[in-house]
Nanobody, 117 residues
Framework: VQLVESGGGSALAGGSVRLSCAASGYTVGTACMAWFRQVPGAEREGVAGSDADGSTSYADSVKGRFTISQDIAKNTLYLQMNSLKPEDTATYYC?????????????YGQGTQVTVS
């Protein structure tokens, strides 16, 4: 299984960024996946989740601003980030579970940095 994030970079506060997570050896459309973020010295924080039944969930801090979605044909997970704030600055990781009934995420990408100023 390989998850490869892309799309990070610098953005101004109030701007938008879209992150992509291309999966191989893993089917995004039938998986339970999520986006996490982490800043140095802090624990990894769950940002948004997408379950196999299509349901989604968001951290309160991003609700109404971020949207998790997937392109089954491209086997890719996305995170659309709008109305960015400086506190959204972090390394963002996509993650997937081997089994949806298990709460643990087994696979992580290498991360992509988002910096908001």
């Amino acid at each position: 299984v390989q998850l490869v994030e892309s799309g990070g970079g610098s953005a101004l506060a109030g701007g938008s960024v879209r992150l992509s997570c291309a999966a191989s050896g893993y089917t995004v459309g039938t998986a339970c996946m999520a986006w996490f973020r982490q800043v140095p010295g802090a624990e990894r924080e769950g940002v948004a989740g997408s379950d196999a039944d299509g349901s989604t969930s968001y951290a309160d801090s991003v609700k109404g601003r971020f949207t998790i979605s997937q392109d089954i044909a491209k086997n890719t997970l996305y995170l659309q980030m709008n109305s960015l704030k400086p506190e959204d600055t972090a390394t963002y990781y996509c993650a997937g579970r081997q089994y949806c009934y298990k709460a643990v995420y087994d696979y992580y990408g290498q991360g992509t940095q988002v910096t908001v100023s």
